[in-house]
């Protein structure tokens, strides 16, 4: 199993009051999943997702990332398992708003490394594979909120990220983009055995994934393969 998670918690101390957003949930992940993580507004799905992601810490529980416990390792460990290992696509599309669009799909490349020639073509690489290899140098705020997820996910990409984490990252897409983002992400995980889990609340996103991970009030009510 790629991630294995057992009875993972986590409280959130508002003052007096504990907040439990997730009560010991236990789910593994096979290789080149595409899982759907779904469930009411506040069910715990953004919670799940930055925990497995290595984003916050739980309260208790254990997670593994293939045959490492992530509970062993320490705070450059993980960025550096973050850097290497994992994508991350988010909502509000988290643009760096100064660079443009190739700029922002080479940065990882350049964190690991890797000199900016050689960063900038395999970016170019990356942006015709999500569509938009034409608008390489326009600044996110000349693009679409549709162009600027893509350019989000060529960034996530770069990598070649063994787990993509998204979360809602169709939430500001209309339906059109929305299945543009869906049908890349089907394709990743189906051509590079790319792993995904991705969060979602919208009911019809399930004919994309491959498995449903239904959270209630921080406990999974149902996990299930499509
Ligand atoms: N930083 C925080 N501090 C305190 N409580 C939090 C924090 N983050 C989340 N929570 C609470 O934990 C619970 C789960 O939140 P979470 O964001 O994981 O839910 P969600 O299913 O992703 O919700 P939504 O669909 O609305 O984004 C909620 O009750 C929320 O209010």
């Not at 959130?12 to 999943?33: H, I, P, Q, T």
């Not at 320490?74 to 290497?84: N, P, V």
């Not at 326009?138 to 960034?155: C, D, F, K, T, Y």
Request: with cysteine; charged share 25%.
């Amino acid at each position: 199993m790629l991630i294995e998670a057992q009875g993972l918690t986590k409280t959130y101390k508002m003052g007096a009051v504990d907040v439990n957003a997730l009560r010991g949930v236990d789910f593994s992940v096979g290789k080149g999943e595409f899982v759907g993580i779904t469930g009411f507004s506040g069910s715990g799905k953004s919670t799940l997702l930055h925990l497995a992601g290595l984003l916050d810490d739980p309260t208790a529980g254990s997670l593994k990332i293939g045959d490492t416990d992530i509970s062993g390792l320490s705070d450059h460990e993980k960025t550096e398992f973050r850097l290497r290992r994992f994508g991350y696509v988010f909502q509000d599309y988290a643009l760096v708003s100064e660079l443009n669009a190739v700029e922002n799909v080479y940065l990882p490349s350049l964190a690991r490394g890797e000199d900016r020639e050689a960063a900038e073509k395999h970016a170019i690489e990356m942006l015709e594979i999500v569509g938009i290899s034409g608008r390489a140098d326009h600044l996110p705020s000349e693009l679409s909120g549709g162009e600027q997820q893509r350019v989000a996910i060529a960034r996530a990409l770069i990598n070649s990220p063994e787990i993509m984490f998204a979360d809602e990252p169709c939430a500001n897409l209309d339906s059109v983009n929305s299945r543009n983002v869906l049908d890349l992400f089907r394709k990743v995980s189906e051509e590079s055995g790319q792993t995904i889990l991705m969060v979602s609340h919208e009911e019809w996103h399930a004919e994309y994934f491959e498995r449903i991970i239904r959270l209630h009030d921080g406990e999974i009510a149902e996990d299930k393969y499509l």
